[in-house]
């Protein structure tokens, strides 16, 4: 069993940056692929990032690659997503995800077993 806590979210003007952070406890951690996505009021929940157990792969959205930078430490137990350049689409609840021990790191929102509640990031024009 993984629980987890995102911190981070606020408001920011665009073209600012915020740093999201994502604090897992279990046995696991360390052999969990983990994902950030988020979702904008009446859009589906979208996949933002992903990166391997060992950090040695990550995945972006094609609307984030080069803004947005994934990042695990296993030793802690957390994983990040520094967003810059932010833009007002940016928008949205963001959460973090692991998948089951040894899972891959996809774009697939149903490879995720272990979800957070949620933290608010909204990019003022």
């Known amino acids: 069993q993984v629980q987890l806590v995102e911190s981070g979210g606020g408001l920011v003007q665009a073209g600012g940056s915020l740093r999201l952070s994502c604090a897992a406890s279990g046995r696991t951690f360390s052999t969990n692929a983990m994902g950030w996505f988020r979702q904008a009021p009446g859009k589906e929940r979208e996949f933002v990032a992903a990166i391997s157990w060992s950090g040695g792969t990550t995945r972006y959205a094609d609307s984030v690659n080069g803004r947005f930078t994934i990042s695990r430490d296993n030793a802690k137990n957390t994983v990040s997503l520094l967003m810059n350049s932010l833009k007002p689409e940016d928008t949205a609840v963001y959460y973090c995800?692991?998948?089951?021990?040894?899972?891959?790191?996809?774009?697939?929102?149903?490879?995720?077993?272990?979800w957070g509640q949620g933290t608010q990031v909204t990019v003022s024009s």
């Open positions: 995800a692991a998948t089951r021990a040894f899972g891959q790191a996809t774009r697939e929102l149903l490879t995720y077993a272990y």
